[in-house]
């Protein structure tokens, strides 16, 4: 099932909205159309992971909110609520860093008129965190051949040399990814005063309005109990 | 090349560069950012992460300021992005002015000291405020950042935030501790850019 780009941004600021701003319960709604539609994605070995780690942490939270058991409670009760509410806000970008690409977002943020001097950014910076966590596994696993772990006597004897050994490559990539990216946007045309067009269509169709209904359904809802 | 004449406006090329710099380092902060902040989930360490989120950020953002070519829009730009995810975050409308306010003020450091250390110095501490003033509604409206807090953390978590919102002590280590971080790591920065990037001719 295929969304408009500008109706998985309305589905972030709406689920973020609703996890982060109102009371636990209520961000269960959304929580739920994401999976739904992560589960129309096919995306069964992500939600294989996520559900049960989300339906535990879930089923602990209240306990653990009233736990007051020291310093080992509290980074417990930190982790799990961490996962109960970071979680479901780091699937929605999931969902819409693995769904959209990104000719189809700038196409959107074009519709919607924001300058490109505001969507080249933003695209980019959608586009890098896949490749910031891919870059950083690789240079985790190089370093690991060499003996360099993030917890061991010897990082934690100099904890500045992990700066050196996993930060510095990092960086190296990801400048020498960006360069090559700004070299690549500027044959493609991609200038912030010029209009590109788009091959895939982008429009609202019958699943945009469902999504749309049900997100706004869900905020009202809210709005009216919490009145 | 001093001979070469030029019509004084800056390629549109320059212009994609900038923007796509804006876009790598902002990714990056945000999850170095996010990463170095965890400390402060010990309850004990809250006013110490931002110290800690200033130090790790140092180094991408010495490269980042070394990279761009337009310093005011392009910090304006970064900050600004910080504001909107600290908006769907649910934090208070305050945010954005305050983030906007810290990228106008990194870029005119850089704008005025230009590329030198200690222009990149002053924009790093500047930028510094960026992580220290997300704690800044506790004390500026206390009840809403509690309950918003409440939702997020367990009750000894929130009992220990409502402590510290009783001084403006705290508020003030924050701050301290926050460009204490940026001025170490300015110089573990400066150490780094020569030993690594200037020799592969990265910055």
Redesign the interface.
């Known amino acids: 099932m295929k969304l408009d780009p500008r109706t998985k941004l309305f589905l972030?600021?709406a689920a973020?909205?609703m996890?982060?701003?109102?009371?636990?319960a209520y961000s269960m709604p959304m929580v739920a159309a994401v999976l739904v539609l992560l589960l129309l994605e096919k995306k069964w070995k992500f939600m294989s992971v996520f559900f049960p780690v989300y339906a535990i942490a879930a089923l602990c939270f209240d306990y653990?909110?009233?736990?007051?058991s020291g310093?080992i409670?509290?980074?417990l009760?930190?982790?799990v609520?961490?996962i109960c509410?970071m979680m479901p806000?780091g699937v929605v970008f999931y969902y819409i860093m693995a769904t959209t690409k990104a000719n189809e977002f700038m196409a959107g943020m074009s519709k919607m008129h924001v300058p490109n001097?505001?969507t080249?950014?933003?695209?980019?910076?959608i586009?890098?965190?896949p490749?910031?966590?891919d870059e950083s596994r690789a240079i985790s696993t190089a370093m690991k051949m060499r003996g360099i772990r993030l917890f061991s006597l010897h990082t934690l004897k100099n904890p500045?040399t992990i700066?050196?050994y996993r930060?510095?490559p990092?960086?190296?990539s990801?400048?020498?990814?960006?360069?090559e990216?700004?070299v690549a946007?500027?044959t493609r045309a991609?200038?912030?005063?010029t209009r590109r067009t788009c091959i895939v269509p982008i429009g609202f169709h019958v699943q945009d309005a469902v999504v749309f209904v049900y997100c706004i359904a869900v905020i009202a809802f809210v709005v009216v109990s919490h009145i | 090349m001093p001979n070469v004449k030029t019509t004084g406006k800056k390629s549109?090329?320059t212009?994609?560069?900038d923007?796509?710099?804006?876009?790598?380092f902002?990714?990056?902060y945000?999850?170095?950012a996010f990463a170095s902040s965890s400390i402060g989930?010990?309850?004990?360490l809250i006013i110490f992460s931002t110290g800690s989120i200033s130090l790790?950020t140092s180094?991408?953002l010495f490269?980042f300021f070394l990279?761009i070519d337009r310093p005011i829009f392009c910090c304006l730009?970064f900050s600004s992005?910080f504001g909107c995810v600290m908006l769907?975050?649910?934090q208070s409308l305050l945010m954005l002015p305050i983030f906007v306010t810290v990228g106008v003020l990194t870029g005119f450091c850089l704008k005025i000291l230009h590329k030198s250390f200690w222009g990149l110095f002053s924009a790093n501490v500047s930028m510094s405020l960026l992580s220290s003033s997300m704690m800044l509604p506790l004390w500026l409206s206390t009840e809403e950042y509690l309950a918003?807090a409440s939702?997020?953390?367990?009750?000894?978590?929130v009992a220990k935030m409502a402590e510290l919102a009783n001084s403006y002590w705290p508020l003030v280590a924050i701050f301290a501790f926050g460009i204490l971080g940026a001025v170490v790591g300015s110089f573990?920065a400066r150490r780094?850019m020569k030993k690594?990037?200037e020799r592969?001719g990265?910055a």
Not at chain 1, 190 to 193: C, G, Q, W
Request: glycine share 6%.
């Open positions: 972030v600021a973020n909205t996890i982060f701003s109102v009371p636990y653990l909110k009233q736990l007051d310093m409670g509290t980074l009760a930190a982790t609520l961490l509410r806000v001097k505001v080249i950014p933003l695209t980019v910076m586009r890098f965190f490749t910031v966590f500045l700066l050196e930060l510095i990092l960086l190296v990801i400048t020498k990814i960006g360069d990216l700004s946007a500027s991609l200038a912030p005063d | 549109s090329n212009l994609v560069r923007l796509v710099n804006v876009g790598i902002a990714a990056l945000f999850v170095l989930y010990i309850p004990a790790v180094i991408p490269l990279k730009l992005f769907m975050m649910g918003y939702g997020m953390s367990d009750e000894g978590y573990i780094v690594h990037f592969i990265l």
